[in-house]
């Protein structure tokens, strides 16, 4: 028998794959069942693919060739997401400059997934940090600008120490930096933002469209955090007399946000943010100014997580001032405490201590009132449910809910609803990324003049100058002065004005990565002809109505609030101003489990990561993807262990063995119950797969070998059905028995371009079972019957066995019993 040689085997396949362009989709035509396969899109990791990411591929690739096989069109692009701190970083590092290393990189990560058999559209590939392709991250930052959706403005900011850069609020959760892990600090900088709150309530209503892994959808709902309330001002003085003087409106007032107007009688005390302009007045004397500003220093050295966790709550009473509750004119006292966020809401919160566990915790501490509002609970104990309002003047025994409106036009409040979703803060301090494209003119800022009303002085680069390219910049090492490398470079950020021509300065931050990944499903569609087809272009926007959205989006369940809510962001930009005709770009999508080592997420630190090339090397690229997609379900992930891949290579050697030295027979001579086996199989894969459920769709093909191997002739056609459906998990092995094992002369079509097999549904089931015949509850015979027989029919012919005629002679029969499909109990 010819041993599988894998190696050769593979590489012979690679190389006519490529040649023969058969994972290549035909652009040429606009019409057709076009399938976008696409998988969360890869940054390069210098040290190359690790197993956890040969898991994700392997399984996108997997659906898209099933696909393929189901009579697609499939595009199924890859690129490298290549800009962006984590890659300057490693650079830094191991001393290397960020654009040598990305070559390296890239070499490097297109060779692994080359040959673990992945069916891509290699001729469509793509690279962050080609100015091609930058030039529209460019572009797209220029159109948000137009479209007054990015604006620059100096606010705190989260800031990485360690990474030298702000970072944007999804990017520093719980405090500390997604990408080195150090702890955040908040930093005055100006910033460049994007106006995502615009689209809050549309992208919050548009996740009951999309049919997206549950888990991430509630993560984007908790992550925008709609909340429906009032915002109602409180007004500040010194002297109570002051409250109803004819110069009231000219007083200091500060607005918050609630949820629970209708316990507006119930505040008791203001707390503002230490970074509220209260605080910084001088419109009012606070006595304890020095004791204040000492405190406000400190929570400014705190990150967000580390003020608003769960521990004692600090705070300090601004004494000398006073706020006035305008529901019933009575003077609270205000204090400013760490927990209140200045960019949550309004930076400044009323206090209900009897029905709010944080104010009431608050409230104990410091020994302020305590008065109940709504009743259902005690006087003096905390109680957060709802019911008939009390010590409410007017408004008590009306119901809470129904109160919460009139009270709020009682105190001249409105409603309002208010999102958790902060701003995109896009600027980035470092060196590689794609400069923003932005020209500030200092003549033009004096005299009143630019491309937006409210930022004087600021031009967007013309889209004729784009891209504007990244230099090469030696010592590209962040200082963490607020400002990137780029800013020490003059030939590099001094130029002319576009609109008065004279001197200018561009900007010198980078953009996030994140922008570079919130288009790029559109780039693979741009790549095709070498990007001579542009955004807005007449012929692109027609291969754009034919390809997207995407059909099918597999990625991390991680980037649940950062890539998959920035996409949707952009894509509902694009789409309002008339460059797509869709809102969300990935319909569906799914998120792929992670595979673990020793009961660990594989990491460095751990020493349990596995690089995949050593099993490609030992036991083949087809082995090493069915082995990942035995462990567990796709969208579960599972334990990698070392030996487990070699009862897959055992198996994958069988099927080898039977299609290299069987003898088929030519016509289908087997068992019906073989027939009906293999249909069964068919059906159960054809779920599996589509369902992802990987590992029990090759349990199903494992025991239909089972039962070919005990069959004396297999036919050829079943035998190339089993190869039909191992085909997306093996693509090696299963094409060179594909040329094989077919009859035609010459060689064969790919496999992956056959039809998938279908099965008959009258196939599924035997039309004929056995049934057990007893005689007064003991089997005494079985016999087969068919499924169109009626009950007569089946008690005379039981009736008739020579087993059962022994016990019936002389004696009369009281009562046949008959459970149909099961048996016959004759009772005598």
């Known amino acids: 028998m010819k041993k599988y040689d894998f190696s050769k085997i593979e590489k012979k396949w690679t190389e006519t794959w490529r040649k023969e ?3 290549e989709p035909d652009f040429s035509v606009s019409r057709g069942k076009k399938f976008y396969n696409l998988m969360m899109f890869p940054y390069p990791s210098a040290e190359g693919l690790h197993v956890g990411n040969m898991y994700a591929f392997t399984g996108t690739d997997i659906y898209g060739r099933f696909k393929r096989m189901g009579g697609y069109d499939v595009f199924e692009p890859i690129g490298l997401d290549g800009f962006g701190i984590h890659s300057e970083n490693y650079a830094l590092k191991v001393g290397v400059h960020p654009a040598e290393q990305a070559k ?40 948000m600008w137009r479209r007054g959706l990015a604006y620059r403005k100096k606010q705190p900011v989260n800031w990485c120490p360690s990474c030298k850069t702000v970072l944007s609020d999804e990017q520093a959760e719980n405090g500390k930096c997604e990408r080195c892990g150090s702890v955040v600090e908040k930093k005055d900088l100006e910033q460049w933002f994007f106006r995502i709150t615009k689209y809050a309530d549309k992208l919050l209503k548009n996740i009951e469209t999309i049919d997206w892994s549950e888990k991430v959808k509630i993560a984007q709902r908790n992550w925008i955090g709609k909340s429906e309330g009032a915002l109602l001002k409180f007004q500040i003085t010194n002297d109570k007399s002051q409250i109803n003087s004819e110069s009231q409106s000219s007083k200091f007032e500060i607005e918050v946000f609630t949820t629970r107007p209708d316990t507006l009688f119930g505040a008791t005390y203001l707390v503002v943010s230490p970074e509220h302009d209260l605080i910084s007045s001088s419109q009012f004397s606070i006595s304890n100014k020095e004791e204040v500003e000492k405190y406000v220093n400190e929570a400014k050295k705190k990150s967000d997580s580390d003020r608003t966790e769960n521990k004692e709550k600090t705070g300090i009473e601004l004494k000398g001032i006073k706020a006035i509750n305008p529901a019933n004119n009575e003077e609270v ?28 915790e608050f409230a104990k501490k410091f020994g302020l009132k305590i008065i109940s509002v709504v009743s259902g609970g005690e006087e003096g104990i905390l109680y957060e ?5 009390i010590n409410s003047a007017q408004f008590n025994g009306m119901n809470s809910e129904e109160a919460k409106e009139k009270i709020t036009k009682h105190a001249g409040g409105t409603l309002h609803t208010q999102f958790r979703l902060r701003d995109w803060l896009i600027s980035r301090q470092r060196y590689w990324g794609p400069p923003i494209p932005m020209i500030y003119c200092e003549t033009c800022m004096k005299l009143g003049k630019g491309e937006q009303p409210d930022m004087p002085g600021w031009y967007a680069v013309p889209e004729k100058d784009l891209p504007v390219t990244l230099p090469f910049v030696k010592d590209f090492r962040p200082e963490g002065t607020g400002q990137s490398p780029l800013a020490n470079i003059e030939e590099f950020y001094k130029t002319k004005c576009p609109s008065c021509g004279g001197d200018a300065r561009r900007e010198t931050d980078v953009s996030d990565t994140f922008l570079d990944s919130a288009w790029y499903y559109i780039g693979y569609l741009m790549r095709f002809g070498n990007w001579k087809l542009e955004i807005g272009n007449s012929s692109f926007a027609e291969r754009m109505k034919a390809w997207l959205p995407v059909d099918m989006y597999i990625g991390g369940a991680e980037h649940s609030v950062l890539h998959l809510l920035y996409v949707r962001f952009i894509a509902m930009a694009l789409h309002d101003a008339g460059y797509l005709d869709f809102e969300e770009p990935f319909p569906k999508f799914r998120a792929h489990g992670l595979l673990i080592k020793d009961g660990s997420k594989m990491s460095k630190s751990k020493g349990n990561v596995i690089n995949p090339d050593d099993y490609v090397k030992n036991f083949g690229a087809d082995a090493f993807r069915t082995y990942l997609m035995f462990l567990a379900p796709f969208e579960y992930g599972g334990d990698f262990r070392d030996q487990g891949i070699l009862g897959i290579t055992r198996f994958l050697d069988r099927v080898w063995k039977m299609g290299i030295s069987s003898e088929f027979a030519e016509e289908r001579e087997e068992e019906k119950d073989l027939e009906i086996l293999v249909h069964q199989t068919v059906k159960k894969v054809t779920h599996d797969i589509e369902a992802l459920q990987y590992n029990t769709a090759i349990s199903a093909m494992m025991i239909l070998l089972n039962e070919f191997e005990k069959q004396k002739k297999v036919s050829r056609e079943h035998f190339k059905t089993l190869l039909l459906l191992l085909a997306p998990f093996a693509p090696f092995m299963t094409e060179e028995l594909w040329q094989h094992v077919s009859l035609s002369n010459g060689k064969q079509s790919s496999i992956h371009r056959a039809q998938w097999p279908e099965y008959d549904p009258k196939k599924l089931e035997k039309d004929s079972f056995l049934i057990a015949v007893q005689i007064n509850g003991k089997v005494r015979a079985e016999f087969e019957i068919s499924k169109s027989m009626d009950p007569k029919e089946i008690e005379a012919m039981a009736c008739a066995l020579p087993q059962i005629g ?15 499909g099961r048996l016959l109990n004759i009772v005598l």
Do not use: C
């Open 21 to 23: 362009r058969t994972y």
């Open 104 to 143: 390296t990189s890239e070499e490097r990560f297109y060779k692994q997934l080359e040959i673990v058999g992945n069916g891509f559209a290699w001729e469509e590939r793509l690279e962050t940090y080609d100015p091609e392709y930058y030039k529209f991250t460019q572009w797209l930052f220029t159109e």
């Open 333 to 360: 006292p205000i204090f400013v405490a760490d927990y209140v966020l200045s960019g949550y809401g309004t930076g400044a919160i009323m206090a209900v201590p009897a029905h709010d566990a944080r104010d009431f």
């Open 385 to 389: 449910g709802s019911g008939p309002l």
């Open 806 to 820: 022994k016990f019936l002679d002389g004696k009369d029969i009281k009562k046949i019993i008959h459970v149909p």
